[in-house]
């Protein structure tokens, strides 16, 4: 370590370089990451929610629960399977606030309240967003799609469902408004056995039905995943720059006694050393940036995130810095000295 630090300190400008490049990738990916899963949570925070389980849909909606409607002898089969299988609709709508402004709105219904804010006919709860937009608890709203106002009753923390906020209406209010008498889809722990005319879908499958979901976060994954690439590559070709032009005294050093393990570790521990701080910056830049983003940005960078990213970037870096000094092994001390000492 001692050695490691040394020679850091000694060309401070190269290493100051690469970790400079280290911490802008590490704080890209960073803010990628926060950017993909605050488009995941404004794009499905209302399916995100909810535990692991099993949601059913007809199987001639072909993955589009708009298209889905239960009928009562496939509520009935899946009943059997689940007595306390929750039953819920999701259709986008809009409203008119008191001055007569259009909101768009997912309105949800379900056929109880396990999972879903308790609503009475006439009742609405609101996602937050809109308590941010100045709206009160006893404000009305109305739609074109229902003859009576609503009454807000409270609202809702972070839920949201294809970039809309959610509102949770009473199924009488839901039926109504959008002339149906049943539900669209099924959810429940208790089991995931087929049920005919129903297909099955687990949480991460469901969400991969919402339309722009799966596009959305594999378009932005791909981008994390180059960025790792970039950073291993950076890694390997700065220390394959820096061995080659070390060979002289790679090969003194082992002349006198040195072990290539010893030089091996000199190189992971500078490996370490920029990582870590250009990391801790990142890191604490991004964090920043989590506080102080504007609500309405869809940036959620959480701790499990970070940690996962930063041990990412350390393990990338190591197999990097290792793939460059398979030279240090290979060197011969004699052939070495004979080329000269840097």
């Not at 630090?5 to 970790?19: D, Q, S, V």
């Amino acid at each position: 370590m001692k050695m490691a630090w040394k020679e850091m300190r000694k060309y401070k400008l190269r290493y100051t370089i690469l970790g400079s490049i280290i911490f802008l990738i590490s704080l890209l990916t960073l803010s990628i990451s926060g950017l993909a899963n605050g488009l995941s949570q404004d794009n499905a925070a209302l399916i995100k929610n909810m535990p692991e389980g099993t949601f059913y849909m007809e199987d001639s909606a072909e993955e589009n629960h708009s298209f889905s409607a239960l009928s009562d002898e496939q509520i009935s089969n899946l009943k059997e399977e689940d007595p306390n299988a929750t039953l819920f609709s999701i259709q986008m709508g809009e409203f008119n606030d008191a001055s007569d402004q259009k909101h768009s709105l997912a309105f949800v219904s379900a056929s109880d309240n396990e999972y879903f804010p308790e609503t009475e006919s006439g009742e609405i709860v609101l996602d937050q967003a809109f308590e941010e937009e100045g709206f009160k608890i006893g404000d009305t709203i109305s739609s074109g799609l229902l003859d009576k106002e609503l009454t807000i009753t409270g609202f809702a923390e972070e839920e949201k469902f294809s970039h809309s906020s959610v509102g949770f209406i009473n199924n009488e209010d839901f039926f109504e408004m959008y002339n149906t008498d049943t539900f669209q889809l099924a959810f429940t722990t208790e089991t995931d056995q087929p049920v005919d005319e129903l297909s099955a879908f687990g949480n991460g499958d469901f969400l991969n039905t919402i339309p722009s979901y799966s596009a959305e976060q594999l378009s932005l994954n791909m981008i994390i995943i180059f960025l790792y690439v970039i950073s291993g590559m950076l890694f390997a070709i700065f220390f394959y720059m820096i061995n080659v032009q070390k060979l002289g005294t790679f090969g003194i050093l082992k002349a006198i006694g040195v072990k290539t393990s010893a030089l091996f570790k000199m190189m992971w521990a500078q490996m370490f050393i920029i990582t870590i701080i250009s990391l801790l910056l990142a890191v604490g830049i991004s964090q920043l940036f989590n506080v102080l983003a504007p609500s309405g940005m869809p940036f959620h960078l959480t701790l499990n995130m970070v940690m996962l990213s930063s041990l990412a970037f350390i393990i990338i870096g190591f197999i990097g810095a290792t793939l460059s000094g398979i030279q240090i092994k290979k060197v011969e001390p004699m052939q070495a000295i004979n080329q000269g000492g840097a």
